[in-house]
């Protein structure tokens, strides 16, 4: 009797942990879903509904367990910790590969639901089998349920979701319901006739969950790897965007917000193609401005000219130019450049920075993020550039990244015509970086353009003068077209760009 | 089973938890309340309570009530003739009236309108307004405006949250079947032929200034019926459209179209005509401080003549002099105006309340008001949404109020941390009087809870969002022309006192700023006409 006593206790206790579980896991797929499909009220009035439609299932199907009542429970009780422990883990991992991730994501609650369902009615007749009262039953069994899901719909969110995360939060719970589980097959070994084979089971579900429970913060930077090709060595979230480097077999990529921005690879093309021709066709070089790029490579071709006095970069996020004058590996790549006593780096936002700039400057390279969003589009608008013509000395050139004349025709063309309203004169060129596919870029000028005034500073490995001839000219499938000046009040770059662009995902 | 329904209670409730917990949490957010200023004095007027003898006497030639963008507007033009000898009396603190505006650390935000539509070419007293404050930057070879591109609304102008997700412009379009959309085209396409039609006496039928409109009986028929009878006149059922059409009169007169006249629900779809070199005709012009900027163009030229805080009580005729008492509302001092000319640049219901009873017997016509709830919200940072970003005016669909529009829209940074919005609620569907009535008993909470309420459909997060809340109630907003209003209007028929010159954008029908203006520039003329 007191054996009995002790049970039921035992058996109350896991209905407070079983219904504190369920609910959570609840919690996590309606969470999970609005975090990654948005629509809040959608994502969880659907799941929510659907597991209660599942609880249905589950505790329908409890009348065809028959005999071995507490054995089918362990059973279930660790079934759900598995389940529900791995669910967000599985939804966060398939979500970057699977398409149809509301499938899965359904799946798993109906699954979870049902399993939480066949609980309940399990442990009623357990209970009814030890002989207590069914008055007793009903009144302790749903006080215990109701306690644990109010605990549950407390904890979440004020604890758990904010010290965890979701990850190990579901995980943790997991640990609990087979806890449970081993449990009632430690304290009561003859209750069960299988015993030894539940105990390694539940064992191993426990482990499983305690090895993923540990390494819940390494799923969650996998999970974020998987939309990259290659392994993930670095990321921040910086005020302004993520940043994220990758390192393949032999080459280091750079991606803010998810979009590549170098590979180390061939970035050198990209870099000598955008620094030298403007370098090479201003009147002077003593001082150079360079918008974006705190990456530091422009700056790299830049300090190649020894008559290059001084280099003011400014670019948005600090977070980027600490990076790049600290880490090692990039220091090396950039050739320490964003070290050198000549550069002098201001983080602020280059457009609010170049209408109150005093100082003039002799040559201006522009590498901005391409036109992808409305707020990086301001940065290609008419009005930039007519605010660029009071930081230009005499006979200074200016090149600016135009994003690919081949992909996104009217995006680059775009570009030209904006700066050419803005009273340039241009001179567009493209070249090939594999990493990118081919890529274009506007060079303006005040008056009229020269030919390259001095000799190309020694160790170039992709431009010259010669190629720089072929890069002007333009073939038929990326030749000039009119698309009109983009305004701030039109913003017409960025609706090319998304057009254009949205036709090569790969990218 | 009961476990069910205290799991979705249960579920519910921390779904509550997260989203409202943070309007009650007061800690970081907290909310001022700014009721409206002229309230008070404005019920010291109506009440009678302005007895104090006057401690000092003054004289003008020209004394203009009002330093809202008419009043100012006048002030501005005389300026520009050469007369001096006038004085602005203002009650409130900033001059402006609807054009006010508020700062804080993050932006400059407007306290009432927002932005001017791309003007049309037929007043030459605005063009060259807006050429000498620099919004009007030349011309080209066609003779076409070339605006200031720092003022014109930037892209993403609008968007609207439909079916659980931003679409970009204000006329519903996602999820929409075919016959919504057929409707749509052709209301727009009817709308396209009133800004073409002309009426037999060769004006526009629907032009800004009101004034420059037709006459012709074809077009003032349009004031016999209500908008809404007119739409359903015209077979228009199509409940997207009729959302959109009631929209826009809560936008621009603060009433839904079943009271207001047909003639001003066309007007507003069919008077702007505005062309440009570097814009199109829907395009606005706007700044952080909405039309706190044009006040501002208009101020700096007539700021010596201006005097904040002086409440003009009550106006009595002296022979051909007019006597104004004035309450310094700072010092309480009372100060006796007598002018050979008076301009009373407030709204109707105002100068009513001035006119002494025994000079001045006839009463003044009125129009009902629409009353606005204005708030202004400091964001942590830019909320987000699914679909089409953040634009400049954002506006729920079905939602009862006015969306809102993001104050720091034209800095030109490319990302910001904190944000000011501008949130607008038209305050219909019931009585105003008694709305004006509950809005006296003004209760923070209750109002916070309206803005927080509708914002939450669109943003669930807005709660934690909000860093600060200004609240502003305006009684009497703005004028919403019943039926058989603009007939009146049109006819010049105003009933108003001969003596003294009356000069407001509700004598258009219209509180717009071109209305205000020309108002205010027509009576210039006038008094210039008198003193040659």
Redesign the interface.
Known sequence: MDKNRKLSLLLLISVLVIATC??IY??VA?TLASYLL?????Q?STI?GL??FS??IG?FLSKYVRGRLLETFVRVEVWVGIIGGFSSTVLFLSFELVHSFSFILYFLILLTGTLVGLE?PLLMRILNEYRIGFKDIVSRV?TF??VG??A???I??LFFVPKLGLIKTSLFFGILNVSVALLLLLRFPLEFKRRRGLLIFSFAALTLLTIGFVMGDRIMRYAESLSYPDKVIYSQSS??QRIVLTRGHNETRLFLNGNLQFSSLDEYRYHEALVHPAMQRSRSRSSVLVMGGGDGLALREILKYPDVQQVTLVD?DPALTQLFSGNEYLTRLNERSLLSPKVKVINQ????WV?NAAEKYDCVIIDFPDPS???????Y???MYHSLHRVLSPGAAIVIQSTSPLFAPNSFWCINETVRSAGFRTLPYHCYVPSFGEWGFVMATEGDFTQARSALPGGLRFFSNEAFAAMTHFPEDMKERPTGVN?????ML?HFFEKEWSSYSAH | MKRKEFLMLGTLGALAACGTGNIFRKGDTYTLIQEDPAKKFGHMLRDGLQKATAVQKKEKRILIIGAGISGLSAAWMLKKQGIEDFVVLELEKQPGGNSAYGKNDVSAYPLGAHYLPLPNRNYPELTEFLEKSGIISGYDPAGLPVYNENYLCHEPEERLFIRNQWQEGLVPDYGLNAEDRAEIKRFFAYMERFKEARGTDGKEAFAIPVEYSSRDEAWLAYDDISFAGWLQRENFRSPALLWYAEYCMKDDYGTVPEKLSAWNGIHYFACHKGKAANAVSSDVLTWPEGNGFLMEKLRSEVQEHILLKHMACSVSLDGTKKTVNVLRTDTQQSIEYSCRELVMAVPLFIAARMLNKEDFPQVLPRMPYGSWLLANLTLKREPGGRGFPLSWDNVLYGSRGLGYVNACHQNLQVVHDKIVITYYHALTGADPAELRKKAEHFDAAEWNRLVMDDLRTAHPDIGQLTEHMELRLLGHAMPSPVPGTMRRVLAGKNELPADIHFCHSELSGYSVFEEAFYQGCECARRLIKISV
């Open positions: 369920g609910l609840e919690l309606g948005g629509d809040t009220i959608t969880f929510i597991y209660l609880m249905g505790s309940i749903f349920d109701y899901a109010l549950a719909s407390l979440f969110p005020s302004y948005l936002d280059a457009f609010i209408r969003s409305f707020a990086l589009g301001k940065l608008s008419n009005i305004r701030l009040n039109n913003q960025v």
